[in-house]
């Protein structure tokens, strides 16, 4: 799984260090290699909500989250490639891994039948 961290935003919420185009063409470059399996942008981060559940089992929800950084999950995508050596690959094309941006590579769990 590539995780999109963007780490600004312009002033409609998307990654400022790229655009639509970048992101249009490496979902096409992906797709027409034949290794994507799903992915997803996600809304802005207004839209977040976070639950807590304490030991006690009560449930506190809030409105974020709102970290103090500015790096934030914009998306993945998951892709089946034969070893984390193509991966790191297809993570260093992805718009996301531009400028302040960083992609998180990390394996699906498999945990049998």
């Given at each position: ?7 600004s ?5 998307g990654a ?12 096409k ?5 034949g ?5 997803e942008?996600l ?15 009560k ?16 998306g ?7 070893d ?6 297809w ?5 996301g ?6 992609i ?8 049998g039948?």
């Open positions: 799984m590539l995780l999109i961290n963007a780490g935003a312009d002033a409609d919420g400022a260090e790229c655009t639509v185009e970048d992101w249009m063409a490496y979902d470059e992906v797709k027409d290699a290794i994507f399996v799903s992915g942008s809304a802005d981060l207004v839209t977040a909500t976070t639950v807590r559940v304490a030991a006690d089992g449930r506190s929800v809030t409105d974020g989250p709102f970290a103090e950084t500015r790096e934030v999950l914009g993945f995508y998951v892709i089946d490639v034969p984390l050596d193509v991966a790191l690959d993570a260093a094309r992805c718009p891994a531009l400028g302040t941006g960083n998180v590579v990390r394996p699906i769990a498999d945990f039948d």
